[in-house]
């Protein structure tokens, strides 16, 4: 029982909480800045420059597919431009007609493409590819401390820690430039800090999170959790620190319990088959949002006035 939990559990797990966190990290800095659709957004535009990243390279990699995906934010950037000057519309209405089309745009390019030796389709694209992330070589807990054996664990595992280090370091080194712009830039301008920077250093911050979890977990999770542990962490407490904290245990909870229901919860009622994990954590991560909208401490609090 162990063995087979080591084998085909833990390391689906371990990426969708190391997804999941490096999503609500940043993810609790746009809500705050009322720029919470910014994650929505690049993991809408990011398909299309990572499909193009694969046709050129033929490989599934991280510095490509990060490549990829700022060249399609870039383009993105610029079309949004020219439809606001040429349509005179506003921003809000560019944004949503540039990202659904990128993302339409990528869903068509990948359906012409020939992905059968890599697992990128349009399927993978939106619900990721977490049950196939498994660790057969694996033959107990003392697997965890061979490192012959955790040689074959699978590179999205490598990959996924190692951006989810990286947000943590950064958000930890510079927390408070983080903390003083997000909450006033005016201040912040006065005081010295770039607020400009610091912004654009969060856009790029959140396409790396964005890139990395749409590699093993999708699309869906990646806007769930973007939006969903920092929504629900908000409710729970009115200090910028706890709050991270809170949106990191929201992400756990929701990446644990949605892959173990997603695996055993229809057998619960009598199907004999599984539904998709990533759908459920995102799922879980909903449920959780509406608890806390139900009985957080602070919703009361939340989006109130101040005279």
């Avoid at 209405?93 to 659904?100: N, R």
């Avoid at 993302?103 to 359906?111: N, Q, S, T």
């Avoid at 607020?195 to 769930?224: D, M, P, Q, R």
């Avoid at 509406?290 to 101040?306: A, F, H, I, N």
Wanted: hydrophobic share 55%; with cysteine.
């Amino acid at each position: 029982m162990i063995t087979e939990f080591i084998q085909f559990s833990l390391t689906p797990i371990l990426i969708g909480i190391l997804a999941g966190i490096s999503c609500a990290v940043p993810g609790n800095f746009l809500i705050l800045k009322r720029q919470a659709l910014i994650g929505d957004a690049i993991s809408h535009v990011v398909l299309p420059g990572i499909v193009v990243a694969f046709i050129f390279t033929g490989v599934i990699s991280t510095i490509p597919m990060l490549l990829g995906a700022a060249g399609a934010a870039l383009v993105a950037v610029m079309l949004i431009e020219i439809i606001k000057r040429l349509g005179k519309i506003e921003p809000g209405a560019a944004m949503g007609v540039v990202f659904t089309g990128m993302f339409a745009l990528g869903v068509l390019i990948l359906e012409q493409t020939d992905t059968s030796k890599v697992h990128l389709d349009v399927e993978h694209a939106l619900m990721g590819n977490l049950e196939s992330l498994i660790w057969l070589k694996a033959q107990g807990w003392q697997s965890l401390f061979d490192l012959d054996v955790l040689k074959t664990l699978p590179d999205e595992l490598f990959r996924i820690i190692f951006v989810c280090g990286f947000i943590l370091f950064l958000t930890v080194i510079f927390w408070r430039w983080l903390k003083i712009v997000t909450f006033d830039e005016e201040y912040a301008r006065t005081i010295g800090i770039h607020s400009s920077i610091i912004n654009f250093s969060l856009v790029i911050i959140t396409a790396i999170a964005a890139v990395a979890a749409f590699e093993s977990v999708g699309s869906i999770i990646v806007i769930a959790m973007f939006i969903c542990p920092p929504a629900a962490a908000r409710l729970m407490t009115n200090k910028l620190g706890i709050q991270v904290i809170w949106s990191i245990v929201f992400a756990i909870l929701a990446a644990i319990f949605g892959y173990i229901i997603a695996g055993y919860g229809p057998l619960w009622f009598g199907s004999e088959n599984s539904v998709s994990a990533a759908g459920m954590i995102a799922v879980v991560s909903g449920i959780i949002l509406l608890l806390t909208c139900m009985y957080g401490p602070c919703r009361e609090s939340v989006g109130q006035k101040k005279d």
